[in-house]
């Protein structure tokens, strides 16, 4: 799992690439929680290169977002392929996230909110 980070205006864009596993979900909600902890809660996180996603990987977005919203803060998605797109679909979490087909597109859902 790679982790990269930028900041563009006052969102975070964590991007992530490779398979966010059992494995790798506790590396990247370290990553989630110290943003947010810092009360960084406006996020992007671009899946455009996540090859894969596990249940782990899920549950890892579904506590991020519950802890931002408290922070009236948001996480936005960006850039999901078909194949993970449809995990996420199928385990209902459409409903609970916004998905952008670009990063652009995801920041600047921020500044219309």
Partial sequence: MDISEKRIGDVNVISLSGRLDSYSANEVEKKLDSLIDAAQVRLVISLEKLEYISSSGL??????????K???????????????????????????????DTEEAAV???KEA
Avoid: H, W
């Fill in 59 to 68: 549950r890892v977005f579904l506590a991020a977002l519950k802890k931002v």
């Fill in 70 to 100: 408290k922070q009236q803060g948001d996480i936005k998605l960006a850039c999901l392929k078909p194949y993970i797109k449809e995990v996420f679909d199928i385990a209902g979490f459409t409903q609970l996230f916004n998905m952008f």
């Fill in 108 to 110: 600047n859902s921020f």
